[in-house]
């Protein structure tokens, strides 16, 4: 089982510090998808539509944009933040 690293960009960063409460369950699944990248099943995963590498991460009414870099072994977190402000944010990506 290859074990993988995650990078929270800047602003993904600002809202784990901000919301500590949901900013944790983003940050336990994230940890348990670097270190079993077969548990992507396991949460509710899915592929952008539009965007190649994109994923997106629902807990709650909240989303998580990220990429999974299988050549370097990274996950990427790009943005985090409540559902109808995430996908407008997307097109910066």
Do not use: C, T, W
């Not at 539509?49 to 870099?69: P, V």
Request: net charge positive; aromatic share 10%.
């Amino acid at each position: 089982m290859i074990s993988y690293k995650v990078k929270y960009k800047k602003e993904a960063q600002k809202f784990l510090l901000r919301n500590k409460k949901v900013g944790l369950q983003f940050h336990r699944v994230f940890d348990n998808i670097s270190k079993d990248i077969e548990s992507v099943d396991l949460y509710n995963i899915k592929n952008l539509q539009g965007y190649e590498n994109l994923k997106r991460l629902k807990i709650g009414s909240y989303r998580s944009i990220f990429k999974i870099d299988n050549e370097g072994q990274l996950i990427i977190v790009a943005i985090i933040g409540p559902r109808g402000d995430i996908y407008k944010k997307i097109k910066g990506l």
